[in-house]
């Protein structure tokens, strides 16, 4: 359970600093924190770009500061922070330091787990960090960490440009790319993390520094994919890409087409060799029917013929596909449908969807869909994502700490719940680990090559060993978090925690 491992975090933390104790001399710091006692400090301590917001403010401050996108990843925390300069956040992380007070970062408030970007203590959303600044000398676009991948294609694509970020509506930016990132455009330019040129880090001494490859090459390498274990990212520099309209949108199906889309998707995965085009299939369960949510992107203007055609024949239910911008095709998607619904995501790495593991999907999708609806589950939904075979070749694993391996094109199932009472978070998150699990089995029956293979970590349940996340890197990760963060700071706030 997160609150335990946050506890556990904590209590890790407090026994370095006791271990640190004999050969050191380390400031005294409560064996309680006490968390409003922190928040004063901090409110006393940033300049006038910051500002700190209290549950009995005036405002939405502190509403919008600890909102989520799935509720159950929402804490009242005893105040909220909004850093408005890199400086600041160094005097916070530093307050934060001394007193071992817990503590949460927030971008786009995403996080499919309790506690990873949430806490009880001093909440920190990046909101004020809200600039993209594009240059057209380098191709490279600065971006703030308080932004959502909505407004960085407002800024960019009116410019003709683009950067290989989030598919859907509302995403964040910041965690979004601290932990990989599939976008529309990875076939033809890699995961986010591939493209990243610099990150602007506030490192837990309250040392500002701009990471690059050729600055610190192990720093940039744990950035890439390592989350939150490094410090707070305050800007991220990505490659920019020329960017057209495009083409798309998205079709939704009843029960009695799935085993057409079934075909359609297992034909795609397996066939397409035109790295311009992509789907997501999603086999959902809502209101007590099994149905499909079909996403169809193309880089163009118009797909050439027999890509999409086998989807484009199929009768629906709803269709809205058409030739247009790029943020017009990423908010077509219904994925803030269920914004403020409670949730919980895992996932599976599979290397090919074949017929046979695509009916074990929708058996899935019924199956849990039928049984989670008895405990308040709205929504019971399966991702489908194809990528192409080369996807993983933009990057090494020795630049990005996360994909551990990319000898084979790892593809992240996603599942995700959507489900109304808290009473029942334990029966979703066993499910969701139950179901995982049953998929890996089945694909490797199959034969495929998956027990060993990475779990993406935007997606994968909070339980999932860190290790099944960063596999043979964690080592060198760990080299780097004993040099940037020796006291274990990052370890008060919640997320996947890499050992020093
Ligand atoms: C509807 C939806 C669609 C999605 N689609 C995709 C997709 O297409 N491709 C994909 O790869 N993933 C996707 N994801 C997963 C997504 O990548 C993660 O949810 C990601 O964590 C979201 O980032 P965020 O900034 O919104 O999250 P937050 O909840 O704000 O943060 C997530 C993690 O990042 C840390 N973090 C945030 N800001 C900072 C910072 N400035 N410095 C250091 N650490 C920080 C947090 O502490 C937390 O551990 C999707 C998720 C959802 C809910
Ligand atoms: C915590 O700090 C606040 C503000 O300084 C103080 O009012 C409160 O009494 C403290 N709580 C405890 C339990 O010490
Ligand atoms: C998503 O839905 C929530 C809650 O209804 C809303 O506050 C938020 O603005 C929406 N986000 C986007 C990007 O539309
Ligand atoms: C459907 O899924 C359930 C749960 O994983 C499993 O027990 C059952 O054997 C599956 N049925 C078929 C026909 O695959």
């Keep these: 359970m997160p609150t335990v491992s946050l506890g556990l975090a904590i209590l890790v933390a407090l026994s370095r600093v006791f271990l640190a104790a004999a050969s050191i001399v380390p400031a005294p710091r409560a064996l309680v924190p006490n968390a409003t006692a922190t928040c004063l400090q901090i409110a006393s301590s940033v300049s006038s770009a910051s500002e700190?917001?209290?549950?009995?403010?005036?405002?939405?401050?502190?509403?919008?500061?600890?909102?989520?996108w799935a509720s159950s990843s929402t804490q009242l925390a005893t105040c909220s922070v909004e850093p408005g300069t890199a400086a600041d956040v160094g005097v916070i992380l530093q307050i934060l330091g001394s007193t071992g007070?817990?503590?949460a970062v927030k971008g786009g408030g995403h996080a499919s787990n309790p506690g990873f970007s949430s806490t009880t203590g001093v909440q920190i959303a990046m909101y004020r960090f809200s600039e993209v600044t594009y240059n057209a000398e380098t191709s490279t676009a600065d971006i703030?960490?308080?932004?959502?991948?909505?407004?960085?294609?407002?800024v960019l694509n009116p410019l003709g440009v683009n950067v290989a970020g989030g598919r859907v509506t509302g995403v964040g930016v910041a965690g979004f790319t601290l932990g990989g990132g599939y976008s529309w455009l990875s076939n033809q330019y890699g995961l986010t993390v591939d493209t990243v040129t610099a990150f602007e880090l506030v490192e837990t001494d309250g040392t500002v520094t701009t990471v690059t490859d050729s600055s610190d090459p192990d720093l940039m390498f744990a950035l890439r994919g390592g989350g939150n274990n490094f410090g707070i990212v305050t800007k991220i520099t990505l490659k920019t890409v020329p960017q057209g309209q495009v083409w798309g949108g998205l079709i939704t199906f009843t029960e009695n087409e799935i085993p057409s889309v079934n075909t359609a998707t297992a034909n795609f995965a397996s066939g397409v060799t035109d790295p311009k085009a992509a789907i997501i299939t999603t086999y959902n369960f809502l209101l007590g029917q099994p149905g499909v949510s079909q996403l169809l992107f193309y880089d163009g203007p118009t797909p050439p013929s027999g890509i999409?055609?086998?989807?484009?024949?199929?009768?629906?239910?709803?269709?809205?596909?058409?030739?247009?911008?790029?943020?017009?095709?990423?908010?077509?998607?219904?994925?803030?449908?269920?914004?403020?619904?409670?949730?919980?995501?895992?996932?599976?790495?599979?290397?090919?969807?074949?017929?046979?593991?695509?009916?074990?999907?929708v058996n899935e999708t019924v199956y849990w869909g039928t049984q989670l609806s008895l405990s308040t589950g709205d929504f019971i939904s399966y991702d489908i994502e194809p990528f192409q075979p080369s996807f993983l070749s933009f990057g090494s694993t020795s630049?990005?700490?996360?994909?551990?391996?990319r000898s084979q094109p790892y593809l992240p199932l996603n599942i995700y719940y959507a489900y109304a009472s808290a009473l029942s978070d334990q029966t979703f998150w066993?499910?969701?680990?139950?179901?995982?699990?049953?998929?890996?089995?089945?694909?490797?029956a199959e034969g495929q090559n998956v027990a060993n293979a990475p779990s993406y970590g935007n997606y994968a349940i909070f339980s999932t060993p860190v290790s099944d996340i960063y596999g043979g890197n964690l080592a060198r990760m760990s080299a780097v978090k004993a040099r940037v963060d020796p006291n274990n700071v990052m370890g008060q706030a919640g997320g996947f925690k890499v050992p020093e």
């Design 144 to 154: 703030g960490t308080g932004l959502i991948w909505d407004d960085v294609y407002a």
């Design 52 to 68: 700190v917001f209290w549950p009995t403010s005036l405002g939405l401050g502190y509403t919008n500061d600890i909102y989520h």
């Design 430 to 444: 066993d499910a969701a680990t139950e179901s995982a699990s049953y998929i890996k089995s089945q694909a490797i």
């Design 308 to 361: 999409f055609d086998e989807f484009l024949a199929i009768p629906y239910l709803t269709m809205d596909v058409s030739t247009r911008d790029f943020i017009s095709l990423v908010q077509s998607s219904p994925s803030n449908a269920t914004a403020g619904e409670r949730g919980i995501f895992n996932t599976v790495p599979i290397l090919e969807y074949t017929p046979a593991l695509i009916d074990v999907i």
């Design 399 to 405: 630049t990005a700490a996360y994909p551990p391996d």
């Design 101 to 103: 007070t817990p503590f």
